[in-house]
């Protein structure tokens, strides 16, 4: 690589790429457990379950108690409050005591997201309609704002963006493009791995390359961005895995939710809510950096689209 290593292991001993530093609110622990849960050992996911299923009563034990009722190890205990954002095991006995607190003024309505091949549609609309709220709600609360401002700083000064995402992903990726794209920013959408390859050694200090992917593995999408950042260009990740392969080649990461996947229902369909959220988020944050050239360009977007919206 052409950038220091160095600043790679300084982030991932610093903690989860993306990380501000300071502590998630109550209301966040669940989605934090929700987003960062499968990248756990097994030991830590059943810790991370144990206070997200009952925070008060998590809230009462002492790190040994805690490690008792989980199975697990005291260090365990302490490494899952740190992976969740926490510095210690007394802030997150302060976090699920707010979170106790929350849940008992104002409780979930009791709907879950299971959804059976006989269920009737108006259980199926039911369904869907509070799994995208909750993947909505999980994304915001897990995105880092300070992360997001960087990428935003980097998209508004950007010569050229070029954005990677394949399947669903690649959905999203066209997107992004369309609307920097009616904004007056140059950007170009990759979804042939070929195409996206070869127009990512082309990049250099001054274009941001976006990746979309949300196991964070995807190899189509991680080997342009490695590409883009090679050769000096800023990168960010949209992603669901925090500590997947594709941060290691980005500056920026911009976390979402993650989704338990069904049968009926595939990751793929919520994931790109959240994903979508993200999207938005840049978008209006570019919008406003640059409202003086950018509303004009949507204006004249507009103007020249109208005809076409004519009866």
Known sequence: MTRD?????????????????????????????????????????RV???????????AALTVTGLAELTGTSEATVVRTAR???????RDLRLALAGLAAQQQSGRAPAITTDIAVDDPIADVVAKLAYDEQQTLADTAAGLDTV??????????????????????????AQDLTQKLLRIGLMAHAHSDPHLAVTNAVQLRAGDVAVAITHSGSTGDVIEPLRAAFERGATTVAITGRPDGPVTQYADHVLTTSTARESELRPAAMSSRTGQLLVVD????????????????ALSASYEALAHRHRS
């Open 147 to 172: 992360q997001l401002g960087a990428a935003v700083t980097a998209l508004t000064t950007a010569r050229r963006t070029d954005v990677y995402g394949v399947g669903a992903s690649g959905l999203v």
């Open 83 to 89: 992976l969740l954002g926490y510095p210690g095991y």
């Open 281 to 296: 988020c840049l978008f209006v944050g570019v919008a406003q950096r640059t409202y003086e050239t950018a509303a004009p």
């Open 5 to 45: 290593v160095k600043e790679i292991f300084a982030r991932e001993r610093g903690g989860p790429p993306g990380a501000s530093g300071a502590p998630p609110a109550p209301a966040a622990l669940a989605a934090k457990v929700r987003t960062l849960g499968p990248s756990m050992t097994r030991s830590m996911q």
């Open 48 to 58: 991370a379950e144990a206070v997200a299923g009952d925070p008060a009563g998590c």
